[in-house]
């Protein structure tokens, strides 16, 4: 509650996305009861028709900047934002559909729209981050709804949201799975991944495919460096990395300082 008693207000604004984040906060079921009752969910178009103006006290993000309706759209929510959270894979790496930034837009506009005069886009998919100042990034494709909830409730008490920064590695090793890495020689993200999924993949015996983007202080060069002794192509590397969060500078350096073959 604020200083004047009313409840603090959130909107939740999306981008270019799937919604899948969105989604991550209405499956939270019961515990959306207990923060809509906590909170004035001004703004959220995916769960209800109230579209009341800002300004408000938390907003919530979701999706990556494309066009330029977009770029000046997020201007003008930045300044109706007291707290301005970007949540998901699109809004903090610019997505999947970053992969057009290491190649022709205009090409591929043209060859996947029958009129193409008819878009109008951005030569590239960007994180929130860079086009306005952002208070917290909350990582994952989709994000983990308990994390969301935390972080929620961390911003309404005016504290740090305990939302971990170490490897996905670490919760492997909770888990009680065998490294696929060393046991099995399969590539795995997870040595500079964020943790937030459980280790879903790694419990199935398969590769981290990086969901959550990279960990504080990843070494991604040097795990890429690894996947090549495991027997991985320079391509097979690439593409590892150039995924959900191929965008986020720790994955993206891979191949941008890599010597070139």
Known sequence: MSSDGRKPRIAVFKFASCDGCQLSLLDAEDELLAVAGA???????EASRRM?????DIVLVEGSITTHHDAEAIQRIRRQAKTLVTIGACATAGGIQA???WHDTAEWVRLVYAKPDFISTLKTS???AEHVPVDFELRGCPINKHQLLELIAATLAGRKPNIPAYSLCIECKR?????VMVAAGTPCLGPVTQAGCGAICPSMRRGCYGCFGPMESANAPSLASQFRVLGASREEVDRAFR?????SWPFRRVFEEAPKP
Do not use: H, M, Q
């Open 52 to 56: 009341e103006k800002g300004p408000y």
């Open 39 to 45: 909170v004035d969910i001004a703004y959220f178009p």
């Open 175 to 179: 888990r009680g799975n065998t490294c």
């Open 99 to 101: 992969l057009r930034n």
């Open 243 to 247: 995924s959900y969060n191929g965008w």
């Open 126 to 128: 960007t994180p929130v």
